[in-house]
């Protein structure tokens, strides 16, 4: 596996586009995640909620699932119109990962149901199932390829790449948009409440202290290509370990073989990534199983964190937004090859094997990138990114 991640487009807490994210990402320690009652029946949760831009007009697109997709998508156009043109459009696909579509705009219809007797005069139902988001881009984009959704719970997304990379590799396509988005609803922000899976605070991966995890909203973008230039897609791991319908195998097992088929495809040793973005939720049964499959695959020396204490854990977008957090790590961008930091300010759980935990360290070099994204029913996702170093 050789794709090109030609282009990227990204939104969600730490920032409406490329620059402002990596900034946030990689900068000074600062909080990002936002207070809110409005979505929980109970307590305020902290959430990563994105803030519209001001001077973007996204008063006509209907759901707040697609004004996140189309502002990352207008950060891909400019790339993309060229390729359009050069291939055509019926050889233009679009893949993208979900969990919750715009269930947000059913949440409110229902409740007008119940007050007023109807749903809302503009609602369509539609909105809510898995495909809307792919549908709502391949319209953006005019693209008439192969169009569909994936819904794997949080590594949604991250199948989504290997997805469009399949048809890449079978010739069914020339031009993949693949990606993910999922925002804000109450049947996300309640249903971990209901599972006692909520932070009371902001979440702490891998800290003694935690105590579950912060939901979050993002979209997340690529092109992808077969051509050889540019960051690549270089192998990708995916494993179904069933072991429960929402916990992890205790062991690890399935997330480390994924991380190692995935290190295994791309014809490297674990020795040579660089950097590794956990999934690392802030809950006490995954941050343990994580570390154990860490410490089994790369070991102690190989730098790690979490990042989603920064964005919130976004669900169906969270596969392809942490893959993109490594791309931008990969990119131009960032000069001075730093790494972002794991949360800070809390005692390290030293009942966990001992891994390599960010501290936001500067590197001489900056190659492979792993990121790891484990769902429900044991849906384990890890992939390989990497450019030529010069």
Not at 74 to 100: C, F, K, M, N
């Given at each position: 596996?050789?794709?090109?991640?030609?282009?990227?487009?990204?939104?969600?807490?730490?920032?409406?586009?490329?620059?402002?994210?990596?900034?946030?990402?990689?900068?000074?320690?600062?909080?990002?995640?936002?207070?809110?009652?409005?979505?929980?029946?109970?307590?305020?949760?902290?959430?990563?909620?994105?803030?519209?831009?001001?001077?973007?007009d996204?008063?006509?697109?209907?759901?707040?699932?697609?004004?996140l997709?189309?502002i990352?998508?207008?950060?891909?156009?400019?790339?993309?119109?060229?390729?359009?043109?050069?291939?055509?459009?019926?050889?233009?696909?679009?893949?993208?990962?979900?969990?919750?579509?715009?269930?947000?705009e059913?949440?409110?219809?229902?409740?007008?149901?119940?007050?007023?007797?109807?749903?809302?005069?503009?609602?369509?139902?539609?909105?809510?199932?898995?495909?809307?988001?792919?549908?709502?881009?391949?319209?953006?984009?005019?693209?008439?390829?192969?169009?569909?959704?994936?819904?794997?719970?949080?590594?949604?997304s991250?199948?989504?790449?290997?997805?469009?990379?399949?048809?890449?590799?079978?010739?069914?396509?020339?031009?993949?948009?693949?990606?993910?988005?999922d925002?804000?609803?109450?049947?996300?922000?309640?249903?971990?409440?209901?599972?006692?899976?909520?932070?009371k605070?902001?979440?702490?991966?891998?800290?003694?202290?935690?105590?579950?995890?912060?939901?979050?909203?993002?979209?997340?973008?690529?092109?992808?290509?077969?051509?050889?230039?540019?960051?690549?897609?270089?192998?990708?791991?995916?494993?179904?370990?069933?072991?429960?319908?929402?916990?992890?195998?205790?062991?690890?097992?399935?997330?480390?073989?994924?991380?190692?088929?995935?290190?295994?495809?791309?014809?490297?040793?674990?020795?040579?990534?660089?950097?590794?973005?956990?999934?690392?939720?802030?809950?006490?049964?995954n941050?343990?199983?994580?570390?154990?499959?860490?410490?089994?695959?790369?070991?102690?020396?190989?730098?790690?964190?979490?990042?989603?204490?920064?964005?919130?854990?976004?669900?169906?977008?969270?596969?392809?937004?942490?893959?993109?957090?490594?791309?931008?790590?990969?990119?131009?961008?960032?000069?001075?090859?730093?790494?972002?930091?794991?949360?800070?300010?809390?005692?390290?759980?030293?009942?966990?094997?001992?891994?390599?935990?960010?501290?936001?360290?500067?590197?001489?070099?900056?190659?492979?990138?792993?990121?790891?994204?484990?769902?429900?029913?044991?849906?384990?996702?890890?992939?390989?990114?990497?450019?030529?170093?010069?």
């Open positions: 596996m050789t794709i090109c991640l030609k282009e990227f487009g990204v939104v969600c807490a730490l920032g409406n586009d490329k620059q402002q994210v990596l900034n946030a990402l990689i900068g000074e320690d600062k909080k990002y995640l936002s207070l809110d009652s409005e979505l929980p029946i109970e307590a305020p949760q902290y959430v990563g909620r994105v803030g519209l831009p001001a001077d973007l996204v008063q006509q697109i209907s759901t707040n699932n697609n004004k997709a189309y990352a998508y207008q950060q891909i156009a400019d790339a993309l119109q060229p390729l359009i043109s050069q291939y055509g459009e019926h050889r233009v696909a679009v893949v993208i990962g979900t969990s919750t579509a715009s269930i947000y059913g949440e409110l219809a229902r409740k007008e149901l119940a007050t007023q007797g109807q749903f809302p005069s503009d609602f369509k139902y539609e909105v809510q199932e898995m495909s809307a988001p792919a549908t709502y881009i391949a319209t953006l984009a005019n693209a008439k390829g192969p169009v569909y959704g994936i819904s794997t719970a949080c590594s949604s991250g199948k989504a790449l290997v997805s469009a990379s399949t048809l890449l590799d079978n010739d069914l396509a020339d031009v993949v948009i693949a990606g993910g988005v925002s804000l609803t109450q049947l996300t922000l309640n249903g971990f409440q209901s599972l006692e899976s909520i932070s605070h902001i979440c702490q991966p891998f800290q003694r202290d935690r105590d579950g995890i912060n939901i979050g909203e993002a979209a997340a973008l690529f092109i992808m290509t077969k051509d050889n230039d540019g960051i690549q897609l270089l192998g990708a791991g995916e494993t179904s370990d069933a072991y429960h319908i929402s916990a992890p195998s205790p062991d690890g097992s399935g997330a480390a073989s994924a991380m190692a088929l995935a290190i295994e495809n791309a014809n490297i040793s674990a020795k040579q990534i660089d950097y590794v973005n956990l999934h690392g939720t802030g809950t006490i049964k941050d343990e199983m994580e570390a154990l499959a860490m410490a089994s695959v790369c070991g102690e020396t190989v730098h790690c964190s979490s990042t989603k204490h920064l964005t919130g854990h976004t669900l169906g977008a969270a596969g392809a937004l942490e893959l993109g957090l490594c791309w931008l790590l990969l990119s131009d961008g960032n000069t001075a090859r730093k790494l972002p930091a794991n949360c800070k300010g809390g005692a390290i759980d030293e009942r966990m094997p001992t891994i390599k935990l960010s501290e936001g360290e500067k590197l001489d070099k900056l190659q492979y990138c792993l990121s790891n994204s484990f769902a429900f029913g044991g849906n384990n996702f890890s992939a390989v990114i990497g450019k030529n170093y010069e």
